[in-house]
């Protein structure tokens, strides 16, 4: 069964979004032609704003594509939305595990049928301070080497100014943005796409977690690596672990709220005079 569409759908979306994006944003984009113009192909980016999305999307189809998102399953209960997105052939993402494995079985078939579909390997916006991407998850590595699909790394910036990501970091840029939506002055939304990654290496390999996290750090360094070309700026040397900064944070909280325990309260501080009597 091969992934469905409805082409009305698709060349209404074009009619309607192409000439407002246009107008929405000015555009710095450069590497297009690193866009396979045919087959399956993954497109993994860096995820900075809720903007960025249909961004994204008019970049990949000015280079020859028509981008395929998966998108989170509670977008399909908005009864027009959801005519749009089937129609369009985007897939749904549901939070249970068995919903979740299916969605990704659904992205392969696409992929066989020579879709483009679009990833954000970090799973969500960026929490960085800086908004570097983060750590990303390895769900874009195994697809790609389960149907040999290309993966091509593309960064884009500016769509933050356009719509911050509302649960941002109160710190650093992010914590600099006024949240809201925000079209005037028109913002310059830049995107660069990168020559599909290498991961040969990674062929033919058991799909273990080191080998998916091997694979998945190459992609992400390639997108950072892009990032840091558009904002001319040398990338941070150790991603942002979101994981890992909501672990230590609980910590931190849980080890300030413990009640101190009285000294009088602990073995051996009691009064000497009474211990001995």
Same mark, same amino acid.
């Given at each position: 069964?091969?992934?469905?569409?409805?082409?009305?759908?698709?060349?209404?979306?074009?009619?309607?979004?192409?000439?407002?994006?246009?107008?929405?944003?000015?555009?710095?984009?450069?590497?297009?032609?690193?866009?396979?113009?045919?087959?399956?192909?993954?497109?993994?980016?860096?995820?900075?704003?809720?903007?960025?999305?249909?961004?994204?999307?008019?970049?990949?189809?000015? !280079?020859?594509?028509?981008?395929?998102?998966?998108?989170?399953?509670?977008?399909?209960?908005?009864?027009?939305?959801?005519?749009?997105?089937?129609?369009?052939?985007?897939?749904?993402?549901?939070?249970? !595990?068995?919903?979740?494995?299916?969605?990704?079985?659904?992205?392969?078939?696409?992929?066989?049928?020579?879709?483009?579909?679009?990833?954000?390997?970090?799973?969500?916006?960026?929490?960085?301070?800086?908004?570097?991407?983060?750590?990303?998850?390895?769900?874009?590595?195994?697809?790609?080497?389960?149907?040999?699909?290309?993966?091509?790394?593309?960064?884009?910036?500016?769509?933050?100014?356009?719509?911050?990501?509302?649960?941002?970091?109160?710190?650093?840029?992010?914590?600099?943005?006024?949240?809201?939506?925000?079209?005037?002055?028109?913002?310059?939304?830049?995107?660069?796409?990168?020559?599909?990654?290498?991961?040969?290496?990674?062929?033919?390999?058991?799909?273990?977690k080191e080998t998916l996290r091997a694979a998945t750090d190459d992609i992400m360094a390639a997108i950072i690596g892009l990032l840091g070309e558009l904002r001319g700026q040398e990338?941070?040397?150790?991603?942002?672990?979101?994981?890992?900064?909501?672990?230590?944070?609980?910590?931190?909280?849980?080890?300030?709220?413990?009640?101190?325990?009285?000294?009088?309260?602990?073995?051996?501080?009691?009064?000497?005079?009474?211990?001995? !009597?």
């Amino acid at each position: 069964m091969s992934h469905g569409y409805s082409p009305g759908w698709r060349k209404l979306t074009i009619v309607i979004l192409r000439p407002l994006l246009k107008g929405l944003l000015k555009r710095d984009w450069r590497g297009r032609g690193n866009v396979p113009g045919e087959g399956g192909v993954i497109i993994a980016a860096n995820h900075i704003s809720e903007a960025d999305p249909l961004a994204l999307a008019h970049f990949v189809y000015e !280079s020859g594509r028509y981008p395929v998102y998966l998108a989170k399953s509670t977008l399909f209960d908005v009864r027009f939305v959801r005519n749009i997105l089937r129609g369009t052939g985007q897939i749904p993402v549901y939070r249970d !595990s068995a919903d979740a494995a299916m969605a990704l079985k659904d992205a392969e078939k696409a992929l066989l049928d020579g879709e483009c579909l679009m990833f954000y390997p970090e799973g969500s916006c960026t929490r960085d301070p800086e908004l570097w991407p983060m750590t990303g998850q390895t769900g874009v590595a195994r697809m790609a080497l389960k149907t040999g699909a290309k993966v091509v790394p593309v960064a884009n910036w500016g769509a933050h100014e356009l719509m911050p990501y509302r649960k941002g970091e109160r710190t650093g840029l992010a914590g600099s943005l006024k949240k809201g939506f925000h079209p005037f002055p028109r913002k310059t939304m830049k995107v660069i796409a990168g020559p599909p990654v290498d991961l040969s290496e990674y062929e033919g390999l058991p799909l273990t977690k080191e080998t998916l996290r091997a694979a998945t750090d190459d992609i992400m360094a390639a997108i950072i690596g892009l990032l840091g070309e558009l904002r001319g700026q040398e990338p941070p040397g150790e991603r942002y672990d979101h994981h890992k900064v909501l672990e230590q944070r609980r910590r931190a909280a849980a080890e300030a709220f413990e009640p101190a325990v009285p000294e009088t309260a602990r073995p051996g501080t009691g009064d000497p005079k009474a211990a001995g !009597s």
